[in-house]
């Protein structure tokens, strides 16, 4: 997911606060195809794939209009629709175990390659062979992004994402090429989020919380470094080892309340009854903890906020000692090969002009009354 | 197709909201020659550039490049045209290398193509070449223990430089410099406008440069000179011409 905001903020400088939107149609689109026709997730993923890439290319054309601030709120909003339409539409719908009803939920779809794995390695858990293929897959994914970036192509992009006025005055349609990177980028996004669903085997709408999915993404963006993918791994990696320590401690305390976690817990609990108790309370009034905790012994933490918290805390830490991120955008530099003296006259080969003539898309009108004067 | 004119500006007109900024404007700029635009702070120069350039839009008038309709065209296809410009506070890409900022803009890149990304190799042969002409106009410049710099790096006169640079990898018929040697030092300055004069001479590039100092433009070898003054054309001629013009003498010393 990372990756796919490299494509969109960190070379084209569109900020894109909507990546799962996205993620969400990679999801979705695999497993409904899966549970509504029978068809095999693999081909599903990538229809998916390419219909939220299509999508991407789509979303350009009302919106690529607008100033970066008014853009990111159209990819938020398009989020929180998705993320409604979750909610309300029981088909969209994840979980339809319990409830007796046979809608077509993405709960239940068929994972891929799960029966063949089993029969055939029966001793190994299916886990190994995802995670396994998950990787080969993601790591084909950055061969073809690093090469992406670092392509002339690439270049254009960036030069977009500093001025694109410049760009445009140099020949180039920036709309097309802003239009393309948001197909790519939406289209790993949306691959990013059929490997997703495969893993977590269904979801449900909170799922798609902005707080926990975009707000990570954009964390692991900010910490990676922009235009650098070999960053937003590093970053993504931070983030995900971060996340999965607090939960694994949390997790350890409630199984095992006298291990070493429940040290760390108690120190946490303590700073906060601290901070509670002796502080809010003396200087607001004792309603403040009162009103939600009973006894002063049972004032603790949430620790998922806990969790949100340490994310919090390890981006400060990063933007303030990183400040272009782990690893920084990579200048391009070339080593000069063939050291040849290049006459002025071959430098510069106004040939290549082309003549307004022939230029697809404008001047049809021209075209058109060139074509009238030919017949008169 | 007229090639007499590189540049063919008739009945120019652009206001901001009321305000007329260039107020009915002809000219033409002769093919093959070095046309200056001169005039002072705030008297529509860049507004006609910019104009020209379709980097913003105009109300009326009509542009030929070359004998070609180009009124009221994005900049991009303006470009393609064979018109390239550079901008008044140079606008540089600030976080790539000098390198990166002078191997864009050369025309029909395949690299720079979606389709470039299946032919790598193909796209690799035509980078080297472009490197080789890029590395070649920075030494024209003199700017070569530059190129691993990024752009941020620069001084206000190396920028002007390197924007330069670019403008020439751009393949242009028609150069628009919009103040090239503000900010860059004295004696490099004789050099860049001897560059120049030697870049009309053997590519038969036609440049038009707008300049605010008087001095400049007119010490050294350019063609023909409009003078604008509060959205117009005040008068127009040869350096020597201008330079007993009354009038000319009036908005710039101020009797």
């Known amino acids: 997911m990372a990756l796919s905001l490299n494509i969109h903020t960190g070379y084209t ?97 068929q994972i ?74 939406a289209g790993v996004a949306a691959f990013a989020g059929s490997l997703w669903a495969w893993e977590l085997s269904g ?98 933490l949430d620790l998922n906020y806990l969790q949100l918290s340490f994310v919090g805390i390890v981006i400060l830490v990063f933007t303030r000692y990183f400040e272009k991120g782990v690893i920084p955008e990579l200048p391009y530099r070339p080593k000069r090969k063939l050291n040849a003296k290049i006459p002025l006259k071959d430098i510069i080969d106004t040939s290549l002009t082309i003549p307004s003539s022939e230029m697809n898309g404008i001047n049809n009108q021209q075209r058109e009354q060139k074509e009238l004067d030919k017949d008169e | 197709m007229n090639d007499e004119y590189a540049l063919e500006i008739s009945n120019l007109f652009k206001s901001y909201d009321g305000l007329v900024a260039v107020n009915n404007i002809d000219f033409k700029v002769k093919s093959g020659s070095i046309t200056g635009l001169i005039g002072p702070n705030g008297c529509g120069k860049s507004t006609t550039f910019n104009a ?101 790096e620069l001084s206000g006169g190396q920028s002007k430089l390197v924007d330069i640079a670019r403008v020439m990898m751009s393949n242009p018929r028609v150069l628009l410099l919009d103040e090239p040697v503000a900010g860059v030092a004295g004696p490099l300055v004789e050099k860049i406008f001897q560059q120049l004069d030697n870049l009309r001479k053997i590519t038969g590039v036609t440049i038009f440069i707008i300049e605010h100092n008087l001095e400049f433009i007119l010490g050294t070898g350019i063609d023909f000179v409009y003078v604008m003054n509060l959205g117009k054309i005040l008068t127009s001629g040869t350096p020597e011409e201008i330079l007993k013009h009354k009038g000319v003498a009036e908005i710039y010393l101020g009797y």
């Not at chain 1, 922009?226 to 939960?247: A, Q």
């Open chain 2, 52 to 152: 020209i350039t379709g980097l913003i839009p105009y109300q009326r008038g009509n542009v030929l490049i070359y004998g070609q309709e180009a009124s009221h065209l994005p900049s991009d296809k303006i470009n393609l045209l064979g018109l390239s410009r550079t901008f008044q506070n140079t606008r540089l890409w600030r976080n790539l290398t000098v390198m990166e900022n002078i191997l864009l803009p050369p025309k029909n890149q395949l690299g720079t193509r979606i389709r470039g990304l299946v032919f790598p190799k193909s796209v690799k042969e035509v980078e080297d070449i472009l490197i080789e002409k890029a590395y070649n106009v920075l030494e024209i410049l003199e700017i070569d223990h530059m190129a691993f710099n990024k752009a941020s």
């Open chain 1, 203 to 300: 979801f449900s709408s909170q799922f798609l919380d902005p707080v926990t999915t975009t707000f990570v993404v954009w964390a692991a963006f900010v910490m990676g470094g922009r235009g650098n993918n070999k960053g937003m791994v590093i970053g993504s990696f931070i983030i995900v080892l971060t996340n999965n320590l607090v939960t694994t401690v949390s997790a350890q305390f409630q199984a095992n309340s006298t291990s070493f976690y429940t040290v760390i817990i108690d120190f946490f609990n303590s700073i906060y009854r601290f901070w509670l108790i002796n502080i809010e309370g003396t200087v607001f009034g004792n309603g403040v903890w009162l009103n939600f905790f009973n006894a002063k012994n049972s004032v603790s």
């Open chain 1, 112 to 185: 891929p390659f799960s029966d063949w794995w089993k029969q055939n390695f029966p001793t190994i858990p299916f886990f190994g062979f995802q995670a396994l293929f998950g990787l080969s897959l993601f790591l084909i994914l950055f061969i073809l992004l690093e090469y992406l970036g670092n392509s002339p192509y690439g270049r254009v992009l960036r030069t977009i994402r500093e001025d694109e006025d410049v760009t445009k005055s140099y020949g180039y349609n920036i709309f097309q090429y802003k239009a393309v990177a948001l197909a790519i980028g």
């Open chain 1, 13 to 109: 400088g569109l900020v894109n606060f909507g990546v799962i939107f996205f993620v969400a149609i990679g999801a979705i689109v695999p497993t409904l195809l899966n549970r509504v026709y029978g068809l095999n997730s693999i081909v599903g993923m990538f229809l998916g794939v390419l219909i939220s890439a299509f999508i991407g290319y789509l979303l350009a054309f009302p919106s690529l209009k607008l100033r970066t601030d008014y853009f990111a709120i159209v990819t938020i909003s398009l989020g929180a629709v998705l993320q409604k339409m979750m909610v309300v539409e029981p088909w969209l719908r994840t979980s339809n175990q319990g409830s007796g009803i046979s809608v077509p939920g993405i709960a239940d779809y």
